[in-house]
């Protein structure tokens, strides 16, 4: 599955971006998406991971203001990112795995990664 991510862009402290992944085909059965990010000179990090059951699991310093969620019929994936800090500045990538069968808190990332998209938080 081929992944593309958009949505990025310069935002304000407090300010809201919705990030979109669209996928090459159906996600219907993948089990897990997920979200991860890079900020400048650290390592990437998982941001949310979503399964095909909807469930999910957020990275602690995002909860209450990140939400994922995907949507099968229009094979997309979004992140909705409300009250942005500068510490979410980063290049944030889309993530599938196609084979996941473990707990998403142990989510480690899949085989499958969309090209990033950098997101700015800065006033």
């Known amino acids: 599955v081929q992944l593309q991510a958009s949505g990025g862009g310069l935002v304000q402290p407090g300010g809201s971006l919705r990030l979109s992944c669209a996928a090459s085909g159906s996600i219907f059965s993948i089990p897990a998406m997920a979200w991860y990010r890079q900020p400048p000179g650290k390592q990437r990090e998982l941001v949310a991971v979503i399964s095909k059951y909807d469930s999910t699991n957020y990275a602690d310093s995002v909860k209450g203001r990140f939400t994922i969620s995907r949507d099968n019929a229009k094979n997309m994936v979004y992140l909705q990112m409300n009250g942005l800090k500068a510490e979410d500045t980063a290049v944030y990538y889309c993530?599938?795995?196609?084979?996941?069968?473990?707990?998403?808190?142990?989510?480690?990332?899949?085989?499958?990664w969309g090209q990033g998209t950098q997101v700015t938080v800065s006033s």
């Open positions: 993530n599938a795995d196609t084979t996941y069968r473990g707990a998403l808190r142990d989510y480690r990332g899949g085989d499958f």
